[in-house]
């Protein structure tokens, strides 16, 4: 675990210095309860940049073939990483991801799935399983919006809005369409974000 800050640190130093990162919204981040980070997706670089952003440690889930790499896979444990099988549903992936953020620990997703390199574009189709892991654990989603793209001394900006309380947004749905509801919510939150900052730029 005390690789964790180390590699923050060192990592944090590389974005200030390579991309001249900018962190928005760090105060949004709730203290002493589990979480679901929803961010839009434009590069493998992005679960480092979520993570780096903020004081508490993300958990999240990274895709097996990963942990058949003998270095990688041990690093990536050691970050609280864990593997899903993608294309499937993944059951036990789903039951680790409820088991951290029940245990008031944070959990980074990027519900579109797959990278979408728009950069500040459109955040495109969100998939349901961030919205379901909230509505199950009944813990609040933060939204987040990374601006790019990754270039080489170009400015690259993550900002982290206020947390959405998920249940109440689907109070008074049916139950087959909250989880759906949901998951349009999340989207909608990350495009808000990104268009915010469309309008500063």
Not at 35 to 54: F, K, Y
Request: glycine content about 10%; aromatic content about 8%; hydrophobic content about 45%.
């Amino acid at each position: 675990m005390h690789l964790y800050p180390f590699f923050r640190s060192l990592f944090r130093g590389i974005f200030a210095s390579v991309y001249r990162w900018r962190v928005i919204g760090r105060e949004n981040i709730p203290d002493g309860e589990g979480i679901v980070l929803c961010a839009n997706h434009i590069s493998n670089w992005d679960p480092v940049l979520l993570g780096c952003g903020i004081e508490r440690q993300v958990h999240f889930m990274a895709k097996q073939e990963l942990f058949k790499v003998p270095v990688l896979s041990w690093l990536i444990r050691n970050f609280g990483a864990f593997p899903v099988k993608r294309g499937a549903g993944d059951r036990q992936a789903i039951r680790k991801s409820l088991e951290v953020v029940n245990q008031g620990k944070v959990l980074g997703i990027f519900p579109e799935g797959r990278r979408n390199r728009a950069g500040a574009g459109d955040v495109g189709k969100v998939l349901p399983g961030a919205a379901m892991i909230a509505l199950k654990a009944g813990v609040r989603v933060v939204p987040v919006a990374i601006i790019g793209p990754y270039r080489l001394f170009r400015p690259i900006t993550i900002i982290y809005g206020k947390p959405i309380d998920i249940v109440a947004e689907v109070a008074g749905k049916e139950s087959g369409e909250r989880t759906q509801y949901a998951a349009e919510v999340i989207r909608r939150e990350i495009q808000a974000l990104m268009d915010i900052h469309k309008k500063r730029a």
